[in-house]
DNA sequence: CTGAAAGCGCTTACAG
DNA sequence: CTGAAAGCGCTTACAG
């Protein structure tokens, strides 16, 4: 069942039913019509991989995410994949677990495939080269979440040091002068949060106390380990900023075994404002990065890239917002 | 840069190059190194889009999820993934959030992109109608978690009225004889889930009381509704059975809300044990049903269908283990 | 406004 | 074991 069934049955050329399938103008309403009749009659349905080898073109984006356990990034993929969408492509999705290697292995399929742009949240130790790597493959790229070295590439991220640096200031405020600062991996992100909580920190004229940054993967586990080590070393810190808020999660598990109220008992921040921080066990205090408009915006910048490849480099950041609940 | 540069860098034909690509063992290993080699040399990139066309075959696989914010479907779509792409396929991923048209719509784009294969979790209200017109299109496909119609289709999901029955039991075992019923909207899941409550109610001999079971969506904050109405109605129930884990996670917050601890003050059991579950606050006790396994399941099936189609109807049922933690 | 012709980058019988 | 030829289902100048 190809273009050819559809010519004969509505009397054209093949030529004719491209044009009627593109939308195009060119052809007179009444035998659009007929066209768009005989598809119906046929069940014909478009090849879209024929079409994209011929015109050189392609309706699929890459997007490349390395850790979907994690709400934050599920957020920021629905919303990437939601506007991507309702732009006519479609997306090819590989989860990488942080592993370089798969990382590779995902990347080169979607040449392959000839994808029309990528979108990438790069693993932990991706080389910064990497982005012109993809540039060298004549495909449009943006970089999600973590910044990929100081070149010039799109991106859409959030201003990590503005953030943390408010929700350590809202602790100092609140009276707290031994502000933990809990979980994360070395890494771009991680460097930015620390960042913050140090410049806070500085202008409230607290000195740094190392023993009070504890890193531990950004999961929930990692909340957990790094709440009890806190915990058990020192036990008369009474509020923490944490990584991300699912690190805060974990947090909030290990206070609530030490029969530890956040709120009351112990001042307790997040990060990102996933959806879930609104119904945790207490509504977590964080900061609002927008998740899931951080995707949409994304998708905004690679679509732009892709219409106008010579575009000047586009960037986005997050403005982070604090959203006080019960935890601190 | 094509296999007709590669084919004269080696100084041997395309069709040569072709079968080496391919992997053929037709070609002389001596022939066969220098082809790799000019590919290296060249940098040349396998067009997979025009070899699939060519060979009308296909190295994609669709995948249709409707609610990622949901760590449970986010578990099974990693597992999914993982199963795939080590099968040498990358997927094409489209989000529904239990949008029908939306459902329309990636379902018509995966079959123009001519996936060799669709993983769809149906959305609420799909008809069941619907695997036969997938199958209508000649592509295999397995239906995921919620079951559609009692036709003959390929599906991996979890035995529901077991794993509520157990919940159920284990909480009237510790004495509990009212027990709420907590979340979930209309649709085969809750169906057999609400089937599991009640049979566990009839073996014990307690008569079944509309009043506590209430209905939301699966999500956080359906959870923390539905515990608020408990609470509120009928103060004087101490246990109850969610829907889902991310329904608990809500009530956990509704509890802690009123002050009330689970664990000690409300027996409360969860359904699926996402890996969030093992830290929250408390820990949940609730019902294994290996998300992530699911999802591999489901690919092994789909790829099953997919080397031999005439194959008879699969089925993955995943057995519910009750997991005991601090909530219940 | 519509048709005949060439070609996107591959694969696959078919010869040799 | 390797090459020449046809063709997958489309699009796109080019005529008319």
Excluded at 67 to 93: C, Q, T
Excluded at 252 to 270: C, V
Aim: proline share 4%.
């Amino acid at each position: 069942m190809t273009i050819l069934d559809v010519a004969a049955e509505a009397n054209v050329s093949k030529s004719t039913v491209s044009l009627v399938l593109q939308g195009s103008n060119l052809i007179r309403d009444e035998t659009a019509d007929r066209v768009r009749e005989a598809v119906r009659t046929l069940g014909y349905v478009y090849n879209r991989r024929a079409a994209d080898l011929r015109s050189k073109s392609s309706k699929t984006i890459g997007v490349v995410i390395n850790d979907l356990m994690n709400p934050f990034f599920a957020e920021v993929l629905v919303g990437l994949e939601r506007k991507l969408v309702d732009a006519g492509y479609i997306v090819l999705m590989a989860h990488t677990s942080e592993d370089l290697t798969r990382q590779d292995k995902v990347l080169l399929t979607m040449r392959e495939q000839h994808a029309a742009g990528i979108a990438l949240c790069p693993a932990l130790g991706t080389p910064a080269l990497l982005t012109k790597t993809v540039k060298s493959w004549g495909i449009p790229l943006v970089v999600m979440v973590r910044t990929l070295g100081t070149g010039s590439y799109d991106f859409a991220g959030s201003n990590n040091t503005q953030g943390v640096q408010m929700a350590t200031d809202h602790l100092i405020q609140h009276g707290h002068r031994r502000i933990g600062f809990l979980g994360g991996k070395s890494g771009p992100v991680l460097d930015q949060r620390l960042e913050g909580y140090r410049a806070a920190l500085d202008k409230a004229g607290i000195a740094y106390d190392d023993s009070l940054v504890i890193s531990a993967k950004p999961t929930r586990a990692g909340g957990y380990e790094t709440m009890k080590s806190l915990l058990d070393l020192l036990p008369k810190v009474k509020a923490a900023v944490c990584y991300s808020d699912v690190v805060a999660f974990g947090a909030l598990s290990a206070l609530g075994e030490h029969g530890i109220h956040a709120g009351s008992d112990f001042a307790l921040m997040g990060f990102d404002n996933v959806l879930d921080a609104e119904h945790s066990n207490p509504p977590l205090s964080t900061v609002d990065i927008c998740p899931g408009e951080l995707g949409e915006h994304a998708a905004s910048i690679l679509l732009a890239r892709i219409e106008r490849p010579d575009l000047s480099k586009q960037r986005y950041l997050a403005s982070p917002k604090l959203v006080l609940r019960q935890s601190g």
